[in-house]
């Protein structure tokens, strides 16, 4: 039958108040309510501190480190949903699509981008790929980098992430736009 069908979609209309309140400025921003958000709203109080967390860690680092994480975990997630919504983001805060296409291509030590970043990246592929084990160096290296408050902030993110790629492929979302670097897919 399909996820379309087994997980139904809720409109905007029957959103809980508090979880329509909550989205509101996102959905202005972007457009339309997203269908992640159309699925996950069937868990309101889990949703809503899901971005609440999401929200926190976001205020706890750079833009520029929240965009590797979330770059870093779409691409090699293959979670397209996400990934081109932190390109447009990322374009949008300035970072340009040389940068954009240089956090991509999972190339930290080849990539252009500064030496933070390329732990920051370094250690976020490191942990997917690597399920956190083993990862020791990687962490040390962004805790020199960045300080641990920052570093346990990226620890954070990459598993906000990281749920977000599983829940996205799970359910087979597709991406509601399209790839500002017009990808094909």
């Not at 108040?17 to 309101?44: K, N, S, T």
């Not at 929200?55 to 520029?64: G, I, V």
């Not at 920051?120 to 020199?144: F, P």
């Amino acid at each position: 039958m399909g996820t379309w069908f087994m997980i139904p979609r809720l409109s905007s209309d029957a959103l809980r108040p508090d979880v329509a309140g909550m989205l509101r400025p996102r959905v202005e921003r972007l457009g339309y309510l997203g269908e992640f958000f159309r699925c996950a709203a069937h868990q309101p109080a889990a949703l809503i501190s899901f971005m609440a967390f999401t929200d926190d860690l976001k205020q706890a680092l750079p833009d520029r480190m929240t965009e590797i994480v979330a770059l870093t975990v779409s691409t090699e997630l293959g979670n397209a949903y996400e990934r081109y919504q932190h390109e447009r983001l990322s374009l949008k805060l300035g970072f340009g699509e040389p940068w954009v296409r240089a956090v991509e291509t999972l190339h930290p030590d080849s990539a252009p981008i500064d030496d933070a970043e390329r732990r920051v990246q370094s250690l976020t592929l490191a942990v997917v790929r690597r399920h956190g084990h083993g990862t020791a160096n990687e962490l040390d290296a962004v805790v020199s980098a960045i300080g641990h408050e920052q570093a346990i902030a990226v620890l954070m993110l990459i598993g906000r992430y990281v749920t977000h790629a599983l829940m996205v492929n799970a359910l087979e979302l597709k991406a509601p736009v399209a790839s500002p670097l017009e990808r094909t897919e």
